[in-house]
């Protein structure tokens, strides 16, 4: 009991973590990094003249807008050793609720209220019943991911809605001081994201439960409570992401937010968070989704096939993961050479 | 003191869900104020719509899972509605080859005279048709074929080929009008891997040919407003000259004129693929990029049921010299412009 303390993150998280957060950018983050700037690299060389320019930069930001999002409520769940299989679906939903007719009539306030208590709700839903109800997470976000789709395919009677709501749409689209309002919002979910989870009792105990949530319990955390609401977070993401989309497409239909948990969960495990929980970065996640939305533009801008897309895609993971272990090994800690990731300390940045 | 306030706080907390539950019930509605929100749908023509012997329909579609499937079940329903001597059976739309099958089986047992089905999996459902047609029930095939003409007495489908080739004829014709020497022509493909994208995208690559002109750049969404809005995105940012945009699907289209308005850009006039109702607004409004779509009309539906009815009563199309229903009939991509448009708005369908 005393080494598995010992091993803890509860323990060393407060003090590891702490004498670490000095360091910005550990050797795991740069290689990452390093990744994200030799794909930005072989997109100015095959296409200088319009990769690095602000029009393109602004584009892919905005794409990487929706998924971005999504993509932070998922390192929250994955960290304290959750998984969130129905955050596409919860997106769906809320676009739908969002830009039902009736809500519509109401105007932009309620839209995005609307939107956000949705996600909220659902996202809750989920984590009361992965808590309380001790549901598996994988069995009970696939659950929601199949009759959030399923509410959302009723609501809509699987038709696309229009957004005739001009003044939402016009939020979205205007920018502020040059930056889009939805590179903006991404930005934030980021900032917020980091301190919560590197500044906060509320991170430090996300990290801690996912660590091991016994160690937890028995150091004094809710566990329950605190799990019900790291699903929460999952799900208010999903309701501020499905604002994008609609502002976006000027639309909502339930086929929204298609494959959103697969796009999010690989840009989580790219950015270096343990899909077991206990250790991860919000910066790694942002690196995630940025390398994915950049593979993307440099595969439209040179008119390359999606199906080569696909496969550089999977590489890619494949290749982000294999780079952390050897950069974990090169590190040379003595403490684990075999490097079992689950009993290292927890580590924020 | 503490728990005082634990109940006040889960007062407090109770009551926000509550009004938040009851604010959220509020938004469910799709019921439009005050207004008929009838799908129209293309009227029956010529004498044969006189009242004739009774027939029952059995039909069966897959479920109406996006704009255009809905489309086909709805057009379906009004056309059995305009004719008196009809009784329609529609059974529930299902993805699930099996469940359609067994739903097939199910009118064959409940004695319809003539089937239309438009199968989920032509492949999957060949046998069951078959089945029905050696019974003696007529069967008419709607868009997706079966395996063999035995198993249909009526095949009645679009033509995705033809779709590429007259978008393309169009946006060649025009670039011409316009003087436009070498133009750059960008496409946005539905998904990549059906027959149906590779059909459309070879007859539009065919026509551009015969103009000497080529395919510029090219993305695939996936026929959700979403994945258009993306993939044209990215491709306006590749695209900084551009004339030209061919987008084969009106669902996904919302989100490719959505991409556009994003991106400010004027440089270039886009053609839709399928005719929704909203792109022909957009056409009759001729405010943005969009000037024309093509055809591939769920109104195929309406006209399935006109010939299943055709058929229950040994009819053939009057104005033709045969005597009965043809056994193929493949349905034209019309192009609708801002011309035409207002002819074509009673086929359009609500993506």
């Known amino acids: 009991m005393t080494k598995a303390l010992d091993r803890s993150p509860v323990h060393s998280g407060e003090s590891a973590g702490g004498r670490r957060r000095g360091f910005a950018l550990d050797v795991r983050m740069l290689g990452l990094a390093g990744v994200l700037v030799l794909l930005c690299l072989i997109g100015f060389i095959t296409n200088p003249d319009t990769f690095l320019t602000e029009a393109n930069i602004s584009t892919m930001l905005r794409l990487a807008a929706a998924i971005g999002v999504v993509s932070v409520g998922m390192t929250f769940v994955i960290i304290a050793g959750g998984i969130d299989l129905s955050v596409g679906s919860i997106v769906a939903l809320s676009s739908v609720w969002m830009t039902t007719l009736a809500t519509q009539s109401y105007g932009p306030f309620v839209m995005v209220l609307c939107a956000v208590l949705v996600g909220l709700g659902c996202g809750l839903v989920n984590g009361f019943l992965v808590a309380y109800g001790r549901v598996v997470p994988f069995i009970m976000t696939l659950a929601m991911m199949a009759s959030a789709r399923g509410l959302a395919e009723r609501l809509s009677g699987r038709q696309t809605q229009v957004v005739t709501e001009t003044g939402f749409t016009e939020f979205f689209r205007a920018s502020v001081l040059g930056v889009p309002v939805l590179v903006i919002m991404l930005a934030l979910a980021y900032v917020i994201g980091w301190v919560v989870l590197n500044r906060t009792t509320f991170g430090r105990r996300t990290y801690a439960i996912g660590g091991n949530a016994e160690a937890a319990r028995l150091s004094g955390i809710n566990v329950k409570l605190h799990t019900a609401l790291v699903y929460g977070i999952s799900g208010l993401c999903c309701g501020v992401a499905a604002m994008m989309v609609v502002a976006r497409t000027t639309s909502g239909a339930s086929t929204n937010g298609l494959f959103y948990e697969l796009d999010a969960i690989a840009a989580v495990v790219i950015g270096g968070t343990l899909l077991s929980g206990g250790r991860g970065s919000i910066i790694g996640t942002l690196i995630g989704v940025l390398i994915f939305t950049v593979l993307n533009s440099i595969f439209t801008q040179n008119n390359l096939d999606t199906d080569i897309q696909n496969i550089a895609k999977g590489a890619i993971i494949v290749g982000a993961v294999l780079l952390q272990h050897t950069a974990r090994r090169r590190k040379g800690k003595p403490r684990a050479p075999s490097s079992n990731p689950e009993t290292e300390p927890s580590r924020s940045q | ?351």
């Not at chain 2, 019930?25 to 044969?48: F, I, K, L, Y």
């Not at chain 2, 489309?71 to 009004?78: D, E, F, L, Q, W």
């Not at chain 2, 305009?82 to 529609?90: G, K, M, P, R, W």
């Open chain 2, 1 to 351: 003191m503490t728990r005082t306030n634990l109940g006040r706080r889960g007062f407090l907390f109770g009551a926000a869900g509550l009004g938040a539950g009851a604010v959220l019930v509020g938004c469910t509605s799709n019921e439009p104020e005050g207004q008929n929100n009838q799908q129209p749908v293309a009227g029956g023509q010529g004498a044969n719509s006189e009242p004739g012997k009774q027939v029952t329909i059995g039909f069966s579609a897959p479920a109406a899972d996006h704009g255009w499937m809905a489309a086909v079940t709805i057009n379906a329903k009004a056309m059995a509605e305009q004719f008196s001597d009809v009784t329609l059976n529609a059974t529930e739309g299902t993805n699930d080859v099996n469940q359609q099958i067994a739903q097939v089986e199910s009118l064959i047992n409940g004695g319809v005279d003539v089937l239309a089905i438009l199968p989920f999996d032509g492949k999957a459902l060949t046998q069951v048709a078959r089945q029905a047609m050696d019974d003696g029930i007529p069967v008419v095939n709607v868009d997706r074929v079966f395996d063999t003409p035995l198993a249909y007495r009526c095949w009645i489908g679009g033509d995705n080929y033809r779709m590429g080739v007259n978008a393309g004829n169009y946006i060649a014709e025009e670039l011409k009008r316009q003087n436009k020497n070498n133009p750059v022509i960008g496409e946005v493909a539905g998904i990549d891997s059906l027959p149906l994208t590779q059909e459309r995208s070879q007859g539009f690559k065919d026509a551009l040919q015969r103009h000497g002109f080529r395919v510029g750049p090219r993305v695939a969404a996936e026929f959700t407003p979403e994945s258009g809005e993306r993939q044209t995105a990215n491709l306006l940012q590749g695209a900084q000259k551009l004339d030209a945009l061919w987008n084969h699907d009106d669902d996904q289209g919302i989100g490719v004129v959505a991409a556009i308005e994003n991106s400010g850009r004027s440089d270039f006039f886009v053609v839709g693929g399928a005719g929704s109702r909203n792109m022909m607004e957009l056409i009759k409004a001729d405010s943005g990029p969009v000037k024309a779509t093509v055809l591939y009309s769920p109104s195929m539906a309406s006209s399935a049921i006109a010939m299943a009815r055709l058929l229950g009563q040994n009819k053939g199309l009057e104005d033709l010299a045969e005597h009965e229903i043809p056994a193929e009939l493949t349905t034209y991509s019309a192009v609708v412009t801002k011309e035409n448009v207002d002819n074509y708005m009673d086929v359009g369908f609500d993506s």
